[in-house]
């Protein structure tokens, strides 16, 4: 996806978005299996691909917000 420029996000997002309309006005039209098959490819965590030493950078680097 990356190499693409992103190409296919708009398509994931209106599918998604999709989906979780139809659940919202009628549940029985989206099963626990198409939920699931969302939450697997797009919310699950991911291991780490980045060595910790750059995370840590970055995050430290980062502006915090003042509440």
């Not at 697997?40 to 910790?52: G, I």
Request: proline letters at 7%; aromatic letters at 8%.
């Amino acid at each position: 996806m990356k190499r693409e420029g992103y190409a296919g996000t708009p398509e994931i997002l209106n599918a998604v978005n999709s989906l979780w309309g139809w659940q919202v006005v009628d549940p029985s039209t989206v099963r626990a299996d198409q939920r699931q098959a969302i939450d697997d490819t797009f919310c699950a965590r991911r291991p780490r691909t980045r060595p910790q030493s750059v995370v840590r950078k970055h995050q430290s680097s980062s502006p915090k917000a003042a509440f």
